[in-house]
């Protein structure tokens, strides 16, 4: 504390700064942010799911390439895992679990219930994609919950860091403008994440949306400590848990205040994280675009002919519409 009442200091490298009590969200922790600073273990969810091998993974993403090629020709999602599943190794668990969500598919027309159920086989996160697609009150695009499932099973085939899984994950929440809280409930449950991380989720949960992400993410790495080390701060009470590197740390404290998206595009620009994956608008082949304007040019010119004719004595002569046949009187 800086020695006035209601105000709490955070260091910074640009010189300290402050959270005035009386203007912050009502709702924000106090008490909760300095438990986490000080390694205290807050109540969290999940973390049961234990990690697949490698096989799984690599199949996950094919499968879920084939559902998001084979969607775009018009077929149908029974169908296509019908055939799909022919195609998967028998030597995985992935066939066993898409003959489940056929089955589920069938009965209440929802892939993400069977997901859900599968919770030992595919992760929270992954029936969090599926269940926001398939909202009937939402707009994120079923063809852009494929790709960012693929995308994370090819990625997790790698082994990937906890650091880039996480930030994977949240960007997808960011970019589609999905449910925060429901979201990181299911981040919560993923089995990359160690307690330490879990615990540091929990506290992200709680607080985002009045604490920036970057500030968040700034202060558990290490160019925070580093930071604090060199300006001889006693003051301020350096977090247990180191979580991201200096390079994360470099990078969040450049880019707060700004368009969170930056943040990510900048970690995949300078660390070389993973993009998720945008749906792409399909550009017009020029021959179609020129043959609707030509079809639209012969409607309008048919109509300045039909005016043209109102305008004359005689009005518009009905009688070539009949080919021949006799109008009726």
């Known amino acids: 504390m800086d020695g006035q009442p209601g105000r709490a200091t955070l260091g910074w490298s640009n010189g300290p700064h402050t959270f005035d009590r009386a203007n912050v969200h009502p709702r924000f922790n106090f008490a909760a942010a300095q438990a986490v600073a000080c390694g205290v273990k807050l109540e969290a969810s999940g973390g049961s799911m234990e990690k697949l091998i490698r096989e799984e993974y690599v199949e996950q993403g094919y499968f879920f390439k084939a559902l998001r090629e084979r969607l775009a020709r018009s077929e149908a999602l029974q169908d296509v895992m019908e055939n799909v599943r022919e195609?998967?190794?028998?030597?995985?668990?992935?066939?066993?679990a898409i003959d489940y969500l056929r089955a589920e598919l069938s009965h209440s027309g929802m892939m993400s219930l069977a997901m859900k159920k599968l919770s030992h086989y595919f992760t929270a996160f992954q029936a969090f994609v599926v269940a926001s697609a398939e909202d009937e009150k939402g707009r994120f695009d079923l063809r852009v919950a494929l790709d960012v499932l693929r995308f994370d099973a090819e990625f997790r085939a790698t082994d990937p860091t906890p650091v880039a899984t996480f930030f994977y994950q949240f960007e997808t929440l960011c970019r589609n403008r999905l449910d925060y809280d429901k979201g990181l409930s299911a981040i919560l449950e993923d089995p990359t994440f160690d307690e330490g991380w879990r615990n540091w989720l929990t506290f992200v949960r709680q607080q985002i949306g009045l604490i920036e992400l970057t500030d968040l993410v700034y202060v558990a790495s290490q160019h925070y400590v580093e930071q604090q080390t060199r300006l001889g701060s006693s003051e301020i009470e350096m977090p247990e848990n180191v979580l991201f590197g200096a390079k994360e740390g470099k990078i969040a404290l450049a880019n707060r205040r700004k368009e969170p998206l930056y943040f990510f595009e900048a970690l995949q620009r300078q660390l070389g994280y993973p993009r998720v994956p945008r749906l792409e608008k399909q550009r017009e082949d020029p021959l179609q675009a020129l043959g609707a304007i030509?079809?639209?040019?012969?409607?309008?010119?048919?109509?300045?002919?039909?005016?043209?004719?109102?305008?004359?004595?005689?009005?518009?002569?009905?009688?070539?519409?009949?080919?021949?046949?006799?109008?009726?009187n």
């Open 294 to 328: 030509m079809r639209r040019l012969e409607r309008m010119e048919s109509r300045l002919k039909f005016l043209e004719d109102e305008q004359r004595e005689g009005g518009i002569d009905l009688a070539k519409f009949y080919k021949g046949k006799r109008p009726p």
């Open 87 to 96: 195609e998967i190794l028998s030597t995985t668990k992935l066939p066993l």
